[in-house]
């Protein structure tokens, strides 16, 4: 085999790689976006109430002297930036759930957003959901995916798409 030949196989070897590679992280980048999707829907009801817990005010305690120090400042401030990040971020995917009902219902497949929001939001198991809905949790899990899909389009907007 001459260098040239030799050469061209290593071109086309590395390139075959890198596109490999490529696929591979794309994969791997719409994985995670579903997972980090799921896990901030399953966690939803858990933020919501660290909303309404939260104490970010001295006004919310009861018989405590309130004295602060700068360094207790920085923390309350957190406390505070917190409970504004959570609530945005509730809003929005209570904004994101809205839409995505209302357009399950326009296609009248409500019944693949209410196995989504049972099993994700509510925690019922795929299995009693199929039972629930005559099917297998299989297909529970398929709508499950298809719907966390379009949420995750509303959530993350452009970057959404990229999960799609």
């Known amino acids: 085999m001459n260098q040239q030949t030799a050469d061209e196989l290593i071109d086309k070897a590395v390139k075959r790689a890198i596109k490999e590679y490529a696929k591979e992280q794309k994969t791997e980048k719409k994985r ?24 970010s005010e001295a006004s ?8 602060c120090s700068d360094e207790d400042d920085v ?29 399950y219902e ?9 196995a989504f929001y049972d099993c994700l939001i509510n925690n019922v198991t795929c299995e009693a959901e199929a039972e629930e809905l005559d099917t297998s949790a299989v297909t529970i899990r398929r709508w499950i995916n298809e719907v966390t899909k379009e949420i995750s389009i509303r959530i993350f907007g452009v970057d959404g798409l990229e999960m799609a």
Do not use: G
């Open 32 to 55: 995670k976006a579903l997972h980090n999707t799921k896990l901030l829907l399953k966690n939803y009801e858990k933020i919501k109430s660290s909303i309404e817990e939260a104490v």
């Open 106 to 114: 326009q296609k009248e497949m409500l019944y693949k957003y209410t």
């Open 60 to 67: 919310q305690l009861e018989d405590h002297p309130f004295d």
């Open 75 to 103: 923390y309350i401030a957190s406390i505070r930036r917190s409970k504004l990040k959570s609530l945005i971020v509730v809003s929005h995917i209570d904004k994101a759930l809205l839409l995505t009902k209302e357009e």
